[in-house]
């Protein structure tokens, strides 16, 4: 696995190593041990979730109060923007994101470590979403950032309408308003 920094050092993007042939591909989208070597990280996942979506729609800014969550995200088919924040109000990268294009072409994946905010939108037809996480969903302790928070200035690859989004992603505060990690 090829391991490859983002301007935020803790959120990872990661390029399997895929064997591929005129039958097809084959590739370990997770490994604990290669994850591991390859990124210094010794985490353990307890939920995998998969959402499909149409062409709009934009999910998040999504991120866990309490017993917040690491992600590795992916797109098994079409092509997603991919979007990490850094909520950490002691960090020095407070308020800045990363994104990167995930598609069931390029193979890539995202480390979203706790302490971020997260969060993509469809810009194919549809796209399956998939992710691990490193702690349970819990209802009570979900909170979200507005997308299109001018302090955060998030270029989300828009073309022309705004997104399709959730009643509680639309209602979300900006991030001056939100909550969010020591």
Partial sequence: MK????????VLILEPKVFGDARGFFFESYNRQTFAADTGLDVEFVQDNHSRSVRGVLR??????????GKLVRAVAGTVWD?????RRSSPRFGQWVGV???????RQLWVPPGFGHGFVVLSESADFLYKTTDYWYAAHERSVIWNDPQLAIDWRLEG???????????????AQAVAYD
């Fill in 3 to 10: 391991v490859i920094p983002t301007a935020l050092p803790e």
């Fill in 101 to 107: 294009e995930l598609s069931a072409e390029n193979q």
């Fill in 161 to 175: 309408a705004d997104p399709q989004l959730a009643a509680k992603d639309a209602a979300a505060p900006r991030l």
């Fill in 60 to 69: 998040g800014l999504h991120y866990q109060l309490v017993k917040p969550q």
């Fill in 83 to 87: 979007v990490a924040v850094d909520l």
